[in-house]
């Protein structure tokens, strides 16, 4: 038995040795042709797929050359199946092409015209047909529909076969609906309210009135854009630890929708803490630096507050002649009463140059466009915080459709080159407007603006205005950079017939404006022009005396000149603060022939903030104006008229010094020399409607009047000349509309006189085509 079993073992062995020696061998075999052939080609020449194959004739080939062969063949995307078939001493590879494509065609687009759709796909007419790309190119449609907020899109591709191995790709399209915002939600806020905060997101949610208010799509890309404005939003505010956690997309069944939500953490408010300076370097005295700080102990901590001081620090380290200063805020963190001291170091910086500012891609432009938003030229000392400064400038022009400013290493170490790359785009816009108010009528406004004249910078403007009681001309040159940053040029021509609607009049006035403008501060604004202008009346027979000796008058042609002082600090402002207007403007007609020498002067002051949570906005408006006479007495064309900018609740024209007229009613409104308004107003959301209905409320108290005519006389027949002081009061409806913003006024005088003109309702809406 022993002997058997030890037979059957060696027998096993052997045979298992032997099958196995033979599969070895069969799958070591090695191939060689003297001929390979290649069958069923008819566009691609035989040679060019033999080299895509990589072998050749007479050398050695083993199975896994042949399997390379076939791959890289069916790599090239040329054939639809390739067979590599060994042949005794020939190889033949046989190969079916892939269809040329006729022409590709769209079906079913509405939204997204055909050229749009062609620059999306990758297959091309008469280029080889590959399936792999018909998908990708019905994946780039979609994607095309989503990024315009369409994910319910769909891309059908179908393929009809032609003559002579060609097919004809067509995409057939439902452009479904739009994927709205259906809802916004934030999770974690405790300081400041939803409605808030959906205020500060570029995201809208649609509401109830979609088909009428404005809404907004999904787009993925632009939450992170929302996150950051949330983020600013918060750390503009003390609020540094801010945090969006997560943001949660969630898409109804219907793919109609989106539900979004944003997780936040707020954070505590942080006030600045101890303020110092410190420096070790031995030519600074700190002294010469205390007056650039404007931070003061007590403030909400502002990042752009900060930046703004640590750009003053360097500059007043230049105005020392004090190079290659860099300042270093040190900050350090109280917990406990929620401050941040913080100390700046003045610190020697690198000894580095620019070498050159180098800039591409203006065509159009002049490089002294760009250039003149740097603050460093050629062989100044480099200053990082600068270039920002000066990319932020560039971006604020408006020219560009892009632009990037970066510092890149220059011929020697303590040398950098500033490179600035735009792309530019058409700054050239014609508008087309309509308008209404209780004041003007209904009107139409034609408007052809370029913001980049002759590549200069410049700006020029053409305006038509075409209302129920006037026809306006006006055309308009600026150079906002005249001699250097802080002095701009305007030329102004107008030419117009009015209809006053107080009286039974017409008014004709062509003026020339030079002005120069200077900007003293950041907040300070000085105004300086010259002006010539003719100036006439126009009436009938039926207006009452005062209106007849003025429309008797010759047409007067008069020169001057004016000036004008304006603070305002809208855009220098901490988030939370108030914001404070003061604008002083006289003018002095100079005109020499006929005594038609007067003065004009105009005062506007306006305090405003928002509270309860930047929610309400409180605002208080004062106006008043003066005109002085040193000759002929003044027209009603010179004079203060009221308006809805003086105070509402009255009809153009509606309040001040009137006369009867020959149809023995008191309908000849004469203006007045003097006028004087107070305005408190608040507007607020309206609790119970959605914001993104674009729907808010306001309510005001208006004080003010219009009086004094000055050598014109009083008579029996003349009303209000000494003034009677108006009071009234109303409730405000704004609604933001895709048309424009529409405003609804309700008002009741609560003082009024017999003969004014009262308007109970007004409607107001402004819009562009």
């Known amino acids: 038995m022993g002997s058997v079993r030890h037979f059957l073992i060696l027998s096993t062995l052997s045979l298992c040795l032997f099958v196995t020696s033979g599969v070895q061998g069969a799958m070591a075999q090695d191939f060689s042709f003297s001929r390979i052939d290649v069958d069923g080609n008819k566009r691609i020449e035989t040679s060019t797929i033999i080299t895509y194959s990589g072998l050749a004739t007479d050398q050695v080939f083993g199975a896994d050359d042949l399997n390379r062969a076939y791959q890289n063949i069916l790599a090239s995307g040329l054939f639809e199946s390739v067979e590599v078939v060994p042949n ?58 989503a990024d315009q907020g369409r994910l319910a899109a769909r ?27 259906e809802r916004i939600g ?74 979004l939500t944003f997780f936040v953490r707020e954070g505590q408010q942080f006030r600045v803490g101890k303020i110092a300076l410190s420096s070790d370097r031995s030519d600074i005295d700190l002294d010469d630096f205390q007056n650039a700080i404007s931070v003061e102990t007590g403030d909400i901590y502002n990042p752009d507050l900060m ?12 105005q020392l002649g004090l190079d290659f200063v860099r300042v270093t805020p040190r900050i350090e963190r109280n917990d406990i009463d929620m401050t941040l001291d913080i100390e700046f170091t003045l610190e020697q910086g690198e000894r580095v140059f620019v070498e050159r500012i180098e800039i591409e891609g203006n065509s159009r432009t002049l490089d002294q466009v760009i250039r003149r938003q740097f603050r460093i030229s050629e062989g100044d000392p ?47 816009s014609l508008q087309l407007g309509a308008s209404y108010s209780g004041d003007l009528g209904a009107g139409l406004l034609v408007q052809y603006a370029e913001k980049n004249f002759l590549g200069r910078g410049q700006g020029l403007k053409f305006t038509f205005n075409n209302s129920t009681d006037a026809e306006q001309y006006r055309i308009n040159f600026s150079e906002p950079y005249f001699l250097n940053e802080n002095l701009s040029f305007s030329l102004d021509a107008y030419s117009g017939v009015t209809s006053s609607r107080g009286a039974n009049y017409d008014s004709l006035e062509t003026s020339l404006t030079p002005e120069l403008g200077v900007r003293l501060t950041d907040t300070v604004e000085l105004n300086l022009n010259v002006f010539a202008q003719e100036r006439s009346m126009a009436g009938t027979y039926l207006t009452g005396s005062i209106l007849q ?15 004008g002082i304006k603070y305002d600090n809208k855009y220098n402002k901490l988030p939370g603060s108030a914001r404070y207007l003061v604008a002083y403007n006289q003018s002095f007609n100079a005109t020499q022939s006929g005594d038609n020498r007067s003065a004009k002067l105009d005062l506007t002051a306006l305090a405003e903030r928002e509270v309860v949570n930047e929610q309400i906005t409180l605002r208080s408006i004062f106006q008043a104006g003066t005109i002085r006479t040193y000759g002929d007495p003044s027209r009603s ?72 005519l000055g050598k014109r006389g009083s008579g029996s027949d003349v009303l209000y000349e000494n003034g009677k002081l108006r009071e009234t009061i109303g409730a405000v409806l704004y609604w933001d509309t895709p048309i424009g913003p529409l405003r609804f006024d309700f008002t009741r005088a609560l003082t009024k006189q017999e003969f004014d003109n009262e308007r109970s309702f007004d409607l107001s809406i402004a819009t562009q085509f």
């Open 307 to 318: 930046e703004k001081n640590l750009s003053r620090l360097e500059a007043r380290a230049t």
């Open 549 to 563: 000796s003025e429309i008797s008058e010759k047409t007067k042609i008069e020169s001057g000149f004016g000036l």
């Open 155 to 181: 891309i059908t591709p179908k393929i009809i076969r032609r003559s002579d191995n060609r097919v004809d790709v067509v995409f057939e399209i439902f452009e479904g609906g739009l994927t709205e915002i």
């Open 88 to 145: 005794g001493n020939s190889l033949v590879i046989k190969v079916s092409e892939f269809p040329t494509v006729n022409k590709i065609e769209f079906e079913g687009n509405r939204l997204v015209n055909d050229d749009t759709l062609r620059s999306a796909v990758g297959l091309q007419p008469r280029r080889v047909f590959n399936p792999d790309k018909v998908d990708g190119d019905r994946s780039a449609i979609a994607q095309l529909y």
């Open 637 to 708: 064309i010179d004079r203060y008229v009221m308006n809805s900018n003086v105070m509402r609740g009255f009809d153009y024209a509606g309040v001040g010094p009137r006369q009867r007229s020959q149809l023995g009613l008191y309908d000849d409104a004469l203006g007045g020399n003097n006028f004087s308004s107070i305005k408190l107003e608040a507007d607020f959301p309206l609790i119970l409607i959605p914001d993104e209905y674009g729907l808010s409320g306001g309510v005001f108290y208006h004080m003010g009047d219009i009086w004094g």
């Open 186 to 259: 934030i999770v974690g806020n405790r300081v400041f309210s939803d409605r808030r905060l959906r205020r500060v997101l570029d995201t809208k949610q649609a509401g109830f009135l979609r088909t009428f208010v404005r809404r907004d799509t999904f787009l993925a890309d632009r939450i992170q854009f929302d996150k950051r404005l949330l983020t600013d939003f918060y750390n503009a505010r003390g609020y540094i630890d801010f945090e969006v956690s997560d943001v949660n997309a969630e898409l109804a069944e219907e793919n109609n929708a989106y539900f």
């Open 382 to 428: 480099f200053n990082p915080r600068l270039i920002r400064e000066a990319a932020e400038r560039i971006r604020a022009l408006r020219l560009f459709s892009s632009s990037s400013v970066k510092a890149k290493e220059g011929s020697s170490a303590d040398q950098v080159i500033v490179d600035v790359e735009i792309e530019e785009q058409s700054t050239a």
